[in-house]
């Protein structure tokens, strides 16, 4: 098969999507006010079953034209207030008077407003609902299962989906995306990067995710310099219920679960809990995970206020598929394992405590405050061979004449880490014309790294547990930011967004005499964001924005080098444009960026002046590319979701450094204008869903990635294929009268038994006058299948 048809084919299908013919027949206008008679700007106004809506402009005024005969039927929400349908049967233009009731108590919602984008933010966006996880939650990580999702490539250490996940958005890997757990920080704040492994089945506690493409808005942890993943957990559940999910397939995959929740209790008490165990063989040899993990929460609601106290657990035990498989082994042996030790594992147990409070000040003022507290700790086991008894701090071994200068043992690297600080935001409604957030975040993060010996071959005078290394490392980081939207029109609106955020990173580094000693960095970064919004009619949106993103260097940038070599801080100014358009049977929407980095840290091959490998500073690099998305009713009983991203993504200048195993010395070789690393330059998705009755739904869920390199020298022999997977899954539910839902789910995985590698690494040098390269690979399960039955009481 010929790769890139795929990506034309996707193209001439957006082309034939975005020409097809309005449906005009009606238009129905009116207003939305509360039961005061407020005006209630910014209220969504849906047409149920179709892809057209709307928002109420600064006096709740509303309009949706071309709509077909009636009857229709429109949904109107908005935050704090209750849902409202409202049919319409004439066959004649209308306008429409409409009030929302406020709700009986505060939602949860609200807290995670200041960290979100709207439809307002001019930035590039995808809303994920706990029904869309639902459909492929059956014990996979979350990357997973957002991998139809716009801009995005995920790939797995095992090979199956469970253990070590990673993903990429526009081609930024795990550090560089913000993740925050219902307006927390969740990345690690020494190596910035996600651990998905240690919140096993937590999506089954979660009821949106919102993807930020690009810098997005100011929000607290780490900084955002290619995307955010913002994740709120368990929504208000007025009504008890129950639920359990058993599912099972390839690979020894087996999940079960419970979860229960008491509902509304004398109208202010709730309380939800989760238990999870997740097992896999995994498609890589002896790549087992073992995953256990809890959820509890409890809240007391009133009118105006809340309080969420959520406690959550995860307990992983993996055994280490991290080295990947030699090139030399995928066309033989796929499922390589190099680890033989029975007990090579990753050990880590995750406890996290979140204290989470709102309230509503005023009519137009809302305060919220959350505390947290986060407690890591684990290490991983590892057999090592013939290691030099110098790299342990102990003396060589003499027995008689003989010196013995290694040894074989078993080694266990430690990770025990604290992580706490508050966020808070205040939130302005004018109901008017401005809407505004201001907030911000602290927190502390204290780690203790160290290293033990369990075991010794030739133990000399080493102990049990002999502990030859120990760094401690304390993070605070703080930021402010301050955004507000303002209708300049009724059919302009501009916004302004800025965050301050500073950085105090105290480690065990090496001084200018090449000495371990404890040091400070300390960073201010400055981030600006701009754009406006401009509504052409009912049908049709265009946005435009600029925005500031900066990252500081990780733990290892800063350990492994001295304050003369230390990398500087990454810059970003990220340049969206959109154009939306929305009608009954066909949403579409066109996002065009150009993501213009100052100073990206890249691995050159370059020793530094202590021999580390670290990460430089390569002066300029962009990203430019054009996202689209769409979908349409194709028919009565069937749908097409489908998306892709068509991308050049370029580093200006480059050197590589080679070792020369010759001579024992560096060269050089320059290039321009080649391909950032792991970034494909097209990707696509495709969802065909099909209902043929009641209950039933029938998908094919495609994927395309296109070639990747392993590093930045655009060199042929250093890549990952391009690949297309195709997978199926079956979902039929059913409403029995002792139950409020049963579905049964069963997911084909790559039906075509596609071959293919999402990730991997590379290592170049010069031999034998020659320059070759050493490349690991990440095969991916070839055809598989997962199968689950979900109850719901």
């Given amino acids: 098969m010929k790769k890139p048809t795929t990506s034309s084919f996707l193209l001439i299908a957006f082309l034939w999507l975005s020409m097809r013919p309005a449906w005009a027949q009606l238009t129905v206008s009116g207003t939305v006010s509360d039961a005061d008679g407020g005006p209630l700007p910014g209220a969504a106004v849906v047409l149920i079953d179709t892809y057209k809506g709307t928002f109420t402009d600064a006096s709740g005024a509303f309009q949706l034209t071309n709509l077909k005969s009636a009857p229709v039927v429109l949904q109107i929400s908005m935050l704090g207030y209750e849902t409202k349908n409202q049919t319409f049967n004439s066959n004649q233009n209308a306008s429409l008077t409409i009030k929302l009731s406020k709700t009986a108590v505060a939602v949860d919602e609200v807290v995670v407003s200041a960290t979100r984008a709207n439809q307002k933010s001019a930035i590039a966006y995808t809303d994920v609902t706990r029904r869309d996880l639902n459909k492929l939650n059956l014990g996979q990580d979350i990357p997973q299962l957002l991998n139809f999702t716009p801009s995005i490539v995920t790939t797995s250490d095992a090979g199956a989906g469970v253990g070590y996940t990673g993903i990429r958005i526009r081609g930024s890997d795990a550090t560089r995306v913000n993740v925050t757990l219902n307006g927390i920080p969740y990345n690690d704040a020494e190596s910035q990067g996600t651990f998905f492994v240690n919140m096993p089945d937590f999506a089954s506690s979660v009821s949106t995710i919102q993807i930020q493409r690009g810098v997005g808005t100011s929000t607290n942890g780490a900084g955002a310099f290619g995307a955010s993943v913002n994740i709120q957990t368990n929504k208000l559940e007025e009504k008890p219920y129950a639920e359990t999910n058993l599912s099972g397939g390839s690979f020894g995959t087996r999940k079960v679960n419970v ?3 008491t509902g509304l209790l004398n109208n202010h ?28 929460s409890g809240g007391y609601y009133t009118k105006k206020s809340f309080f969420r106290l959520n406690v959550f657990s995860g307990q992983e035990k993996t055994y280490q598929a991290w080295n990947g498989v030699p090139e030399q082994y995928l066309k033989t042996n796929r499922t390589y394992n190099s680890f033989t030790y029975d007990n090579q594992t990753d050990n880590y147990q995750q406890d996290n405590y979140q204290l989470i409070t709102s309230h509503e000040l005023t009519k137009n003022w809302r305060a919220n405050l959350s505390f947290f507290y986060t407690k890591g700790k684990g290490y991983y086991e590892e057999y090592r061979t013939a290691d030099n008894f110098s790299s342990y701090g102990l003396p060589n071994v003499v027995i008689g004449d003989s010196t013995i200068k290694q040894t074989d043992l078993i080694r266990r690297l430690w990770l025990d880490n604290d992580f706490y600080g508050t966020v808070f935001s205040f939130d302005y409604n004018s109901f008017g014309k401005l809407t505004a957030n201001i907030g911000g975040g602290w927190n502390q993060y204290k780690g203790i790294h160290y290293g033990e010996i ?6 000399g005078s080493s102990n049990i547990r002999d502990r030859y290394y120990q760094d401690d490392a304390t993070k605070r980081d703080f930021n402010l930011f301050a955004k507000a ?28 005499q090449l000495q371990n000693v404890q040091q400070d960095a300390k960073l201010t970064f400055f981030n600006p964001k701009a754009g406006f919004t401009y509504t052409i009619n009912d049908r049709s949106t265009v946005y435009a924005s600029v925005g500031v993103g900066q990252r500081e260097p ?16 990454e810059k970003l100014i990220d340049y969206e444009a959109g154009y939306k358009v929305q009608g009954e049977k066909l ?7 150009y993501m213009d980095y100052k100073n990206q840290l890249v691995l050159s091959g370059q020793l530094n002046d202590v021999g580390a490998y670290n990460r430089v500073n390569i002066p300029s ?13 194709l028919a009565k009983q069937l749908r097409w979701n489908v998306n892709a991203t068509f991308s050049r993504n370029r580093v200006k200048n480059f050197t590589e450094y080679l070792d020369n195993l010759d001579n024992g010395q560096q060269e050089t070789r320059q290039y321009r204008e080649t391909d950032i690393s792991f970034s494909p330059n097209v990707i696509a998705g495709s969802q065909l869903l099909f209902t043929p009755a009641k209950g039933l739904e029938l998908a094919l869920l495609s994927k395309y990635v296109g070639k990747q390199y392993l590093d930045n020298t655009s060199n042929e022999s250093r890549k990952l294929n391009p690949y297309f997977t195709n997978d199926i899954r079956v979902i039929y539910s059913i409403k029995p009268k002792f139950a409020q839902e049963i579905a049964f789910t069963l997911l084909f995985n790559n039906v075509l038994n596609e071959l293919y590698e999402s990730n991997g690494f590379t290592v170049p040098y010069i031999a034998e006058g020659k320059v070759t390269a050493d ?19």
């Avoid at 949403?587 to 960026?593: G, I, Q, R, V």
């Avoid at 690099?621 to 009713?633: D, M, N, T, V």
């Fill in 259 to 261: 979860l229960a929740g």
């Fill in 269 to 296: 008490f709730v309380l939800d809990a989760r238990l999870s165990k997740i097992y896999s063989d995994g498609y890589i040899d002896r790549a087992s995970s073992d995953l256990r993990s809890f959820y509890l």
């Fill in 454 to 459: 369990i075991w010794s071959r030739v133990a």
């Fill in 485 to 512: 939207f303002y209708q300049l029109t009724p059919k302009l609106n501009g916004f302004l967004d800025a965050q301050i955020r500073t950085i105090n990173y105290s480690f065990l580094g090496y001084n200018s």
């Fill in 554 to 569: 990780n733990r290892n940038d800063y350990t492994q080098s001295t304050p003369e070599s230390r990398p500087k801080a």
């Fill in 587 to 593: 949403a579409f929407t066109a996002n065009a960026y």
């Fill in 621 to 633: 690099s962009y990203r430019a590319g054009i996202e689209l998305e769409a979908g349409a009713r």
């Fill in 775 to 793: 490349n690991g690979y990440y095969p991916q399960a070839g055809r598989n299948f997962l199968a689950g039955v979900r109850v719901r009481f």
